[in-house]
C-alpha cells in the first residue's frame, strides 16, 4: 500500500468506554477535529461514523469499532474520544501516522454481513487514504479481509492475506515493557520477579500478559466476568490464583494492577481502594474523568498512561503499511519500554501527573513534526 505524502497538516485493546451524551452533548465537528463523516447505506444497513482527529503526522490510523450504541449521539460522543486518543497514541509512539477512528452502529452479532463490511469499505475508498482502518471492538481480522475488497486502506488483515494478525500479542508484550519501566522507575530495578500483579481481564490481551509475567516468575492475581476463560489460565498456568471481581481484585495486596478490560477502571471509588504502587493495563480510557490523575499523584501511584504502554498493537497493524514483518514489529514495540520511562520522568520533572506529560510529549511531536508539512515537496 502506498501511505500518500500529500495529506494536510489522541484495543486493539479489548475495552468499550461510552459516554452518556444525553448532557453536554459534543458537536458534530468534534473538538479540533479535521473531518467527521457519516456513513449510511440503506440497503446493508450500514450506518457508520469515521473521525478524522489529525493528519499531522501522516494518514489517520484507528480501528473500526462494532456496538450497539443506545443512540447515534452515543456513538459520536465515543469515536470522537477513540479518534482524538488515537492520535495521540499513534504520535507517542512514534508512527509517522495520525489518528482516527471509526464505529458501525449495531450488534455485530446480528447484523454483521458481508454486504456490509463492503459498503463501508467502499466509505473508507472515498476518504482517498486520509484514513486506514484495522480492528477494534466487534471486528476481526477476516473482516479487515472484506473490507479490503472494497478499499486499499486496511490493516489488521489475516496472516494469509499478508497482515499482521491477532494485535493482542503485542499489545500485551507492550504493556509488559511498560510495566518493566514503571518497576524501574520506581523501584530502581526491572525485575518484576516476586511483585504480586493483579490483572482484570484475561481476554485476547490479558490472558497474554499474564504469560510474560508468569515467565518473570511474577505472583499473578486475575479477574475476569468470564469464569471460562479463568478457569482456561488457570490450567495453563497453575501458579496463577483468581478473585471473584474486579473490585475485590483492587483490594488484593497488590505492587502492580494492571486493567485490561473495560475502560473507566480508574474512577474515585476505585482509586481509594486500590492497594497497588503502580497501574500500567492494557484497557483504554482507563481514568473515568478530568482530575482522577491528580488524585493518583496524591496518592502516590505511578500511573503508566494507558495510550502509551498499549501501543504495541497499532505499532503491530501500522507495520503492515510496509509489508508485515513480525520481528521488526516487536523490536519497535520494545521502545515502549524507554517512552514510558521518558513520560515517567518527564513527570517528574516538570511536577505533573504522567498522564499530562504523555499528551505534552504526543503534542510537541504533531506540532513539530507536523508543521514540517507546509513545505511543500514535488510529487513524481
Known amino acids: 500500500m502506498e501511505v500518500p505524502t500529500n495529506a494536510p497538516p489522541p484495543s486493539t485493546t479489548e475495552s468499550t468506554t461510552v459516554t452518556d451524551s444525553s448532557s453536554n452533548a459534543p458537536s458534530a465537528f468534534g473538538s479540533r477535529h479535521e473531518q467527521v463523516v457519516f456513513c449510511h447505506d440503506e440497503a446493508s444497513g450500514l450506518k457508520a461514523i469515521i473521525a478524522i482527529y489529525s493528519t499531522a503526522l501522516g494518514p489517520a490510523l484507528g480501528g473500526t469499532r462494532f456496538y450497539p450504541y443506545a443512540s447515534e449521539q452515543d456513538a459520536l460522543t465515543d469515536v470522537l474520544n477513540l479518534s482524538q486518543g488515537m492520535a495521540y497514541k499513534n504520535a507517542l509512539a512514534g508512527l509517522d501516522l495520525g489518528g482516527g477512528k471509526a464505529v458501525i452502529i449495531g450488534d455485530p452479532t446480528k447484523i454483521k454481513t458481508e454486504a456490509l463490511l463492503r459498503a463501508y469499505g467502499r466509505f473508507v475508498q472515498t476518504l482517498g487514504g486520509r484514513y486506514y482502518t484495522a480492528c477494534d471492538v466487534g471486528t476481526f481480522s477476516p473482516d479487515m479481509d472484506i473490507i479490503a475488497r472494497e478499499s486499499d486502506f486496511v490493516t489488521g488483515r489475516t496472516v494469509e492475506h499478508g497482515g499482521a494478525g491477532d494485535s493482542s ?212
Not at 253 to 279: F, K, M, Q, R
Open 169 to 380: 500479542v503485542l499489545t500485551a508484550f507492550g504493556v509488559y515493557q511498560g510495566m518493566r519501566a514503571s518497576a524501574q522507575h520506581l523501584w530502581g530495578d526491572t525485575s518484576l520477579a516476586g511483585k504480586r500483579v493483579g490483572v482484570a481481564g484475561v481476554g485476547k490481551v490479558g490472558k497474554h500478559l499474564v504469560g510474560h509475567l508468569v515467565e518473570e516468575d511474577a505472583q499473578v492475581v486475575v479477574t475476569d466476568v468470564n469464569a471460562d476463560a479463568v478457569a482456561a489460565l488457570r490450567q495453563t498456568y497453575p501458579s496463577i490464583t483468581s478473585v471473584v471481581d474486579t473490585d475485590a481484585l483492587i483490594r488484593e495486596p497488590l505492587d502492580i494492577y494492571a486493567p485490561c478490560a473495560l475502560g473507566g477502571a480508574l474512577n474515585d471509588e476505585s482509586i481509594e481502594a486500590l492497594t497497588a504502587t503502580i497501574v500500567c493495563g492494557a484497557a483504554n480510557n482507563q481514568l473515568a474523568h478530568e482530575g482522577i490523575e491528580k488524585r493518583l499523584d496524591e496518592r502516590g501511584i505511578t500511573y503508566a498512561p494507558d495510550y502509551c504502554v498499549n501501543s504495541g498493537g497499532v505499532i503491530q497493524v501500522a507495520d503492515e503499511l510496509e509489508g508485515f514483518e513480525f520481528d521488526r514489529a516487536k523490536m519497535r514495540a520494545t521502545t515502549i519500554f524507554d517512552t514510558t520511562l521518558g513520560v515517567l520522568e518527564r513527570a517528574k520533572s516538570e511536577g505533573v501527573p504522567p498522564s499530562i506529560a504523555a499528551d505534552r510529549m504526543a503534542e510537541q511531536r504533531m506540532r513539530e513534526v507536523g508543521r514540517l508539512r507546509s513545505v511543500w515537496l514535488p510529487t513524481s
